[in-house]
């Protein structure tokens, strides 16, 4: 009787030890995925996510943390809107019930629509025709401004050349103008790619923050 009062006792002793134990391992680990996700790791975050989840019993809320985290992760890696995201098989969003987490996230993304993406071949097209016009158009002014003092110049320079029939030194005043021309059709693109993915990433920091998850992956 004895041995068996001291059994439950030290039972009792070590259940509560071994509970913040597995505690501070399962939040270590969060915010070791988080980390990685912060630091550009997104498929190194989903996969400890992912074995995270599959460890825990459905009625963990670190396991709701973990698959809503994943999802959410897949998500800005896809560049996706619609919810709920798109989780891996093996740790589906149904097998844990409702998620608290990714219904405040999908509340939050059906009341702050992202705006829909700047097109980019307007942009091309006015910097093809008109050194700075992309720019312009996309509301920067100054790199506008940027563009056609360094193209316009080597423009006329050319055209002057060309009509004194300098010969070579047209030549060299053309493949100027065409690199530095060329230079800023690159640049009004990229800097259309660049508002797109910034517009998207205000968002969707968003609907990290309205989920209620700890830490932030950026």
């Known amino acids: 009787m004895n041995k068996i009062m001291y059994s439950i006792v030290i039972t009792l002793l070590i259940i509560p030890y071994y509970t913040k134990v597995c505690y501070a391992d399962t939040a270590a680990t969060y915010r070791q995925a988080v980390q990685m996700a912060a630091q550009g790791d997104d498929r190194g975050a989903q996969a400890r996510l992912q074995a995270m989840a599959g460890m825990l019993p459905a009625g963990n809320f670190w396991r709701q943390r973990a698959v809503a ?16 995201a798109r989780v891996p098989a093996s740790v589906e969003l149904q097998q844990s019930g409702p998620n608290q987490y990714m219904a405040l996230a999908s509340a939050y993304a059906s009341e702050h629509q992202l705006l829909p993406e700047a097109r980019r071949w307007p942009a091309i ?44 030194v047209t030549l060299f005043f ?30 969707w920091q968003g609907v990290w923050q309205a989920s209620g998850l700890p830490g932030r992956p950026w």
């Open 69 to 84: 985290a994943e999802a959410l992760i897949t998500m800005r890696m896809t560049q996706q809107t619609l919810f709920p």
């Open 174 to 203: 053309a493949l100027i103008t065409l690199w530095l021309w060329s230079g800023t059709i690159f640049s009004s693109m990229s800097l259309a790619e660049r508002a797109n993915a910034e517009s998207y990433m205000a968002w």
């Open 125 to 168: 097209l006015l910097a093809v025709m008109l050194p700075g016009a992309g720019h312009a158009w996309q509301g920067r002014w100054r790199d506008a401004g940027m563009a056609a003092a360094m193209v316009w110049p080597m423009l006329f320079l050319t055209v002057w050349a060309a009509k004194r029939r300098m010969g070579p």
